[in-house]
Structures are given as C-alpha cells and as structure tokens.
C-alpha cells in the first residue's frame, strides 16, 4: 500500500470539509433539531413508548444512520465526481498508485465525515432525550462499518454520475426512502404483517435494527444478521469498486 | 543505450469508432527534448495520454524506463509528469497546496524546500497562497507545470504548454524546458507553433491521422529542407541564365524578369557575393532582392498534403 498517497488524498479532502466546515455541520445540526422537535416532541409526546423507549430516545438510532447514509454518499460521490467534472482526475489516473488506493484515500476521508457528524449528531440529541448506550463498542462498529460502505456506494455512484442531476437524483431517490421505510422512525412490529414482511427486503432496517441493538439492547432482527447484512452490502460494493477498477469503466477510455 | 520511453505499434480507436492512433512505434531518447507536431485531432494528446496511463490502448504497449506502462504502471509512472493541454485545476485550493498534493499523490514525502524552488523558477512563489481561481490564465498553466514538477519527474511531458501564454511568458517557458534538459529530464512537448519547435527541439515529430509521418533530428532536418533562396529582380528581363553564372542552381522564372538562386544556409559560403560580382560583369543589373527561407511550417505542410492527397 502506497499510504503517502492515500494519506495525500485523504488530507485533501478533508480540507475541503474543514473549509466548509459551518455549512456541512450546521445543516445537519439543524434538521435533527427539526426532527426532534416535530416527531420527538411533538408526535412524539402522544405515543407513549415503543417496546418500552420514550419515542423521543427510540428515533435517535435512526436519525443518525438517516445522516450518516446521507453524508456518506453524498460526500463520496461528489468528493470524486468533482474530478471528474472539472478534470483534475487526470492527476489521479496518472499517479502511481492503484484504483484501490485512490477508493481508500475518498472512500477514508468521506467516512470519517460522516462519523464526526454522526457524533454531533449523538451530542445534539443528548439535549433532547434520555440518552444510553448498551454496547458503546457495537455501536462504534456499527457507525464505521455503515459510513465506510455506504462512502463507497456514493464513491461508486460519483464515478457513475454523468451530470449533476444524477448525483443528487440517487441519494434523494433511493437513501432517503430507505431510511424512512426501514424503520428509522418506528418499530416494524407497528406494521401490519404483510408491510413488516415487505420491509425485510430493505437492507437499510437490518443497519437501523443492528444500530439502535447497540443503544438499547432490543432488535427486530438478530443482531448477527444486521451484521451480516452490512457485511454483504461491503462486499458488493468492493466487487463493484474492483470491476471499476478492472475495465475503467466510466473514467479511463 | 536504450530509450527511456519505447512506444511499440500502438493503436487507440475510440469507443465512438474514431481511429486515433494507427500503429504508432516512436523511441525516446533520455535527455533528448522532443517536439510533437501535427494538425489539430491528429492523435498528439492520445499518444501522451496512453504513455501517462489517462486511455489504455487498443492494442501495442509502451515501456517507460524498463517498465511497461498497464504492466507496471508504478515504477513506469513515477517517472513521468503530465502538464495537460486543457488547463484543470482544484479552484479552491492555494497554489502551495495543490503542487503539495501532487507531489503526495507521487507518492513522495513533503519537502516544501523543494516546492519552493519549483515555484521559484516559475515566477509563482509570491503567488504561493493565492488561490488558483484567483490567477490569470497563464499563471494557471505555470501551477499546471509546478505540479507535474513537484515530484521530480525524469520524463516531463508538456501538451501545448504555450498556448494562450504571452512572448515574454513563452520564452520564460522555452528557458525553463532548457534549464530541465540541463538537469537530465526528457521532455516532450506538443505545439502548433512551429518556431517554438525549431527553437526548442532536438528531434521533431510528425504526426498526422493517427500515423507518425516523420521523426528527424531537427538540425538533419533543417539541413536538408533548410534551404534558402534568393530572388532577384532583373532590369532587364533574361532569355537564359547567363554562361558565366550556370552550374550554381540559378534558374529564371516570371518570364526571365526574375533570377532566382537556390543555396545552403549550412554551407561554408553562400557564394552570393561572387554571384552578385559575376552577374554585373556579365551585365545583369539586378532591381531588388529578397530572400526567404523553407521552416518547418513548410516541410511539415507539405508533408501533410502530400500523404493527404
Ligand atoms: N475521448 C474521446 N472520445 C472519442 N474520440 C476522441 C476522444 N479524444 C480524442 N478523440 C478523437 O481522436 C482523434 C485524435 O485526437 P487528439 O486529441 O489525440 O488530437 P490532437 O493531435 O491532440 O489534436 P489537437 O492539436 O487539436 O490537440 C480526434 O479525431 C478526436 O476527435
Ligand atoms: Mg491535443
């Protein structure tokens, strides 16, 4: 592994997050405010618990994994889609190193991004609701494991993305709904059985359920098959990111 | 010795179809600046962009140093920078930043004293924080030159660096190409500007629909095709060259009214003061002179019409 030049590409990509620091905080910030006020108190205040969580504590999971999926793709995709736009890619096609390494030094850099908000996240809310964390070192694991995979569908999607439009169309269309319909804002078990099955097909509620698991000690699947389920997502994405790799599709001609 | 880039029969069509190279073989000599000539969509920035790992060849390969190019794209890459030939850079970065960036990308370790003398040498060092959206055009393209610099390169090859750039700029940038050969590294630049390729080159290229039409030392190349001639305007117009004068590549041409001398600028003597002594003994008196000198714009014109045709 050639780290310099991972580590150059990393270092630069985080400083393009620190130059932007205010915007790529405050909005996130902002919006789980928002939710806390409009589904944790609000709504929040007239259903009572779900499986014995305040409402308010039980989106906590969710919101954070609906930001980190966000983040993830978003910073990945455009972290490598803007190369491509304004044709600085050249430098990385003509540097010694291997595709997999250019992936680790954005796939790395839009991770951590999406960690740390994640962490402001977990502290804003802890001024909202009644905060526990059961397994603090699943929970980390399960943070990691979810911003590097879904950085490298946003790396994928980046390098796939032809025009603006495509870049923000993916994230809004698939990431957003996922989130929603995977539990992120109420238990499966609310569902009637037909919709609960359905959204078994959903790998984002195998995350949110793994995730909250590591909050609250209480899951809707087995918590092994949450992680199994990031585990295969990861291993489609490195596939996908190695065929790329293979036949340059959509970068070298 | 052997050459430091070796292209071995390469071809590229596009996915669109189009033909950009047709089995191209082309040896590059260490330490040797070599100019690419060519009309516009000839294949110049295809053959740089196989050789730089930017499109993989349809078929043929490259060897850089030893290394094959798809190979052992590594060892082949770390020899090489890139100053391409539209100008693409990070807007938002400083100058310092993106040439230290490069230079993390080569996979070397920072040395910001190195950097700075990179930037010296090409005016930019006071511009060293400013950031690139915030430099005219040329200086862009001196950033470009600083990163494919910064990590010291032994084969630099530079895609149309003069164009857009000013007279002073560009012989800032013929002086700095110089002053790397100096220092060993192997350069090979693309213009559309044939002067610069006679000032800078020591071979000179040309290629044309994908195809390597000539490749010269530059100075054989002049040699041969770089003749002068001198035409002289006649007093009195001439039926034939003459007796005293023939034999020395005199012809007449616009009905006898002009004489025109073809010579060797390489030769020892031109012979144009005898020549002008014999014609006034042999009574011609001549009315004005001029004289021109075949460039490479007309060798490389015509070659390209006539293969064109
Ligand atoms: N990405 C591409 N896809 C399809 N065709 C291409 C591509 N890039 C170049 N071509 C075609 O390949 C041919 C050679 O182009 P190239 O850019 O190598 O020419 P060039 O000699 O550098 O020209 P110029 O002097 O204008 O820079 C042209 O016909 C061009 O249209
Ligand atoms: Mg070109």
Redesign the pocket.
Same mark, same amino acid.
């Given at each position: 592994m050639n780290w310099i030049s991972i580590w150059a590409i990393y270092r630069f990509e985080m400083s393009r997050t620190f130059r932007t620091i205010a915007q790529s905080v405050v909005s996130p910030v902002i919006s789980t405010a928002l939710y806390f006020v409009v589904f944790g108190s609000a709504i929040g205040s007239r259903i009572e618990s779900v499986e014995g969580i305040g409402y308010g504590a039980f989106i906590v999971p969710g919101l954070i994994m609906l930001t980190v999926l966000q983040q993830a793709v978003s910073n990945a995709s455009f972290g490598i889609y803007f190369p491509k736009f304004i044709g600085t890619i050249y430098e990385l096609l003509t540097a010694p190193m291997s595709f997999l390494e250019v992936v680790a030094g954005y796939v790395g850099a839009a991770a951590t991004k999406a960690v740390m908000i994640a962490l402001i996240i977990l502290l804003t809310a802890s001024f909202f609701v009644d905060l526990r964390i059961a397994h603090p070192v699943w929970m980390v694991a399960f943070l990691l494991l979810t911003a590097v995979s879904f950085s490298l569908l946003g790396f994928i999607i980046g390098i796939w993305a032809r025009n603006f439009e495509q870049l923000q169309l993916v994230p809004l269309l698939m990431i957003t709904p996922l989130v929603f319909l995977g539990g992120a804002f109420y238990s499966s078990t609310m569902l009637p059985p037909f919709w609960a099955a359905v959204t078994r097909f959903n790998p984002v509620l195998y995350l949110i359920s793994g995730f909250r698991w590591s909050f609250y000690d209480m899951a809707e699947v087995p918590v092994a098959i949450s992680l199994l389920a990031i585990g295969v997502f990861l291993a489609a994405c490195l596939g996908i990111v190695w065929w790329i790799f293979r036949t340059g599709w959509r970068i070298r001609? | 010795m052997s050459p430091i880039v070796s292209v071995e029969n390469l071809s590229?069509s596009?996915? =669109?179809g189009?033909?950009?190279?047709a089995n191209v073989s082309l040896d590059i000599e260490a330490g040797e600046i070599l100019a690419?000539l060519?009309?516009? #969509?000839? #294949?110049? &920035? &295809?053959? +740089? =962009?196989i050789i730089c790992g930017l499109?993989m060849p349809t078929s043929g390969r490259v060897i850089v140093g030893g290394h094959d190019t798809v190979k052992d794209y590594r060892a082949a890459r770390s020899l090489i920078g890139l100053v391409p030939?539209e100008i693409s850079i990070e807007v938002f970065e400083t100058v310092m930043n993106s040439v230290r960036f490069t230079r993390g990308l080569f996979g070397k370790r920072p040395d910001d004293a190195y950097l700075e003398q990179v930037l010296q040498s090409l005016s930019l060092w006071d511009k060293r924080d400013a950031r690139n959206m915030e430099l005219s055009g040329g200086m862009k393209r001196r950033v470009l030159i600083a990163k494919a610099l910064s990590h010291g390169p032994r084969i630099l090859f530079l895609?149309?660096p003069t164009a857009g750039v000013d007279v002073n700029l560009r012989r800032d940038m013929w002086q700095l190409v110089r002053r790397l050969r100096d220092d060993g590294v192997t350069i090979i630049l &693309?213009t559309?500007y044939i002067e610069e390729a006679e000032e800078m080159a020591d071979r000179i290229g040309v +290629?044309d629909k #994908?195809r390597v039409m000539l490749v010269e030392d530059k100075e054989r190349l002049m040699r041969q095709l770089g003749r002068k001639q001198l035409r002289m305007e006649l007093q009195e117009p001439l039926a034939a060259v003459p007796d005293s004068v023939t034999g020395r590549g005199l012809s007449l041409a616009e009905e006898g009214r002009v004489l025109i001398y073809d010579y060797d600028t390489q030769a020892e003597r031109t012979g144009i003061t005898r020549l002008i002594a014999d014609l006034a003994q042999a009574g011609v008196s001549v009315r004005d002179l001029d004289s021109r000198q075949s460039s490479l714009e007309d060798v490389f014109l015509s070659l390209v019409e006539e293969r064109g045709s």
């Open positions: 001609q | 590229k596009y996915a =669109s189009t033909v950009a190279l690419l060519g009309p516009n #969509g000839a #294949g110049k &920035t &295809t053959l +740089i =962009s499109v030939q895609d149309e &693309t559309h +290629i #994908g």
